[in-house]
């Protein structure tokens, strides 16, 4: 099963709290501003994700939603 991992940049306040709680250490606050003038947080390591969630559950700006893939069957043949 496939998860994707998306964070909304302009919903992002650079509060942290994401980065604190990851048990991976994935998340890292950008040097870049966003449209809020905050540093966002963003995927550093996005392949160390084990789509826990706890990000998700502890931003207080559900700037962090986590969705599963589905993914295309192929047709049955008739
Ligand atoms: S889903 Fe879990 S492992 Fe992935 S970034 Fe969020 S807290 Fe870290
Ligand atoms: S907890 Fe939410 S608002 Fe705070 S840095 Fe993480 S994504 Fe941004």
New binding site residues.
């Given amino acids: 099963m496939a998860y994707k991992h998306y ?1 909304d940049n302009n ?9 604190s709680v990851c048990p991976k250490k994935v ?1 890292e ?1 950008s040097s870049e501003i966003n449209t809020k003038s ?1 540093f ?2 963003y995927q550093a390591r996005p392949e160390d994700c084990i789509f826990c969630a706890t ?1 998700c559950i ?7 939603t986590i969705t599963e893939e589905i993914e295309d069957k192929p047709k049955q043949p008739v």
Avoid: N
Avoid at 11 to 17: A, E, Q, S, T
Avoid at 58 to 64: F, L, N, T
């Fill in positions: 964070i919903r992002c306040k650079g509060c942290g709290l994401c980065v998340l606050l905050y966002p947080v990000c502890m931003c207080p700006d559900v700037a962090i």
